[in-house]
């Protein structure tokens, strides 16, 4: 399988918790943000997204916060499931920063205990 | 997603030869992008293409080419392949730039000895 999740911080957690991953952003101008969810072997997949004039969006047993304030970026799944086993990472838009303004996250190991 | 298919997915070559790689997407996206995944380090943009024939270069685009012909196709050329070369390729495409986000494919993972 993909050795990206070496050298990772690892989040464990018991399957039906809820599960926060967090993510500090590096710039205060950045406007556009996304997480994504990769599993081993597979390309990163595209989770839920946010926009700067936004502090909170929800999806399908996810929600994205944002606090602009500390550059903070946060993911939380609720009843976690065992498919929710992967590495997630954000990624930042800085504004008018084209094709090559986006900054990636070096991600988190997210390992779901049965 | 976003029908987005690499080849091969997985290679195994010498330090010296040129290696391509290739990647197509059947949405007719207009952006398609070059990354490399490593393990302590976030994805990182080798070149990216923003229509045919119009390419530019990302963060890590030395020892690199790139080039696309049709908007279905963009190819990653490795013209000397060198161990520092050894990492796993993702391909990504969207319709704009900026304010979507990316679609990746499945990667080709490289290994050059």
């Known amino acids: 399988g993909e050795s990206v999740g070496l050298h990772l911080p690892t989040l464990s957690v018991q399957e039906g918790d809820n599960s926060i991953i967090n993510c500090a952003y590096s710039?205060?101008?950045?406007?556009?943000f996304i997480w994504y969810k990769q599993e081993s072997g597979k390309g990163p997949q595209f989770i839920i997204d946010?926009?700067?004039?936004?502090d909170k969006r929800q999806g399908q047993r996810v929600t994205v916060l944002l606090n602009k304030t500390v550059k903070h970026l946060s993911l939380q799944i609720a009843a976690t499931q065992p498919g929710d086993s992967a590495v997630y990472f954000c990624a930042e838009t800085r504004p008018g920063g084209g094709a090559d303004g986006l900054t990636f996250g070096k991600g988190t190991h997210l390992i779901i205990q049965p | 997603d976003a029908g987005i298919t690499q080849s091969p997915r997985h290679k195994v070559t010498e330090t010296g030869t040129p290696v391509t790689l290739r990647c197509h997407q059947t949405e007719n996206h207009r952006y398609m992008y070059w990354y490399r995944q490593d393990p302590g380090h976030g994805l990182r943009l080798i070149h990216y293409s923003y229509g045919v024939k119009d390419t530019d270069k990302g963060e890590v685009s030395d020892g690199y080419s790139v080039s696309r012909s049709k908007t279905e196709d963009f190819l990653l050329t490795l013209e000397s392949a060198t161990s520092s070369q050894t990492s796993v390729y993702f391909c990504?495409?969207?319709?704009?730039?900026?304010?979507?986000?990316?679609?990746f494919g499945n990667g080709t993972r490289l290994t050059v000895t």
């Open positions: 990504a495409t969207t319709p704009g730039q900026g304010d979507s986000p990316l679609h």
């Open positions: 946010i926009r700067s004039n936004m």
């Open positions: 710039n205060s101008a950045s406007d556009y």
